[in-house]
Nanobody, 126 residues
Framework: VQLQAFGGGLVQAGGSLRLSCAGS????????MGWFRQAPGKEREFVAA????????HYADSVKGRFTISRDNAKNTVYLQMNSLKPEDTAVYYC????????????????????WGQGTEVTVSS
């Protein structure tokens, strides 16, 4: 699976952005998908993940209630709607596809994801 993330940009605190991750490959809709982020000087961290069917979703505590992950398998696309953005959300955001197909409960560990997009930068100003 090849992935391309886009939709990042500069936004003021309290604002919103929607990231998209477009995937190629006929099995895209069979993979759980995740979003991770890496802030300057920090390690990459889990943000959200969604199962292949879109039913099961996990969020990092830091984004619960503010971010929403969703997917449109007909369009081979996963989204991350980010609301009430804070300066600490500033990071490069990466989408990733699970290492195996058909996982109903999406993983949350980086090592369980095999394909990664190139990242899209989000900057939240105070």
């Amino acid at each position: 699976v090849q992935l391309q993330a886009f939709g990042g940009g500069l936004v003021q605190a309290g604002g919103s952005l929607r990231l998209s991750c477009a995937g190629s490959g006929r099995l895209f809709n069979s993979y759980a998908m995740g979003w991770f982020r890496q802030a300057p000087g920090k390690e990459r961290e889990f943000v959200a993940a969604i199962g292949w069917s879109g039913v099961t979703i996990h969020y990092a505590d830091s984004v619960k209630g503010r971010f929403t992950i969703s997917r449109d398998n007909a369009k081979n696309t996963v989204y991350l709607q980010m609301n009430s953005l804070k300066p600490e959300d500033t990071a490069v955001y990466y989408c990733a596809a699970d290492s195996i197909t058909g996982r109903r409960y999406p993983p949350t560990l980086e090592r369980d994801f095999a394909s990664w997009g190139q990242g899209t930068e989000v900057t939240v100003s105070s």
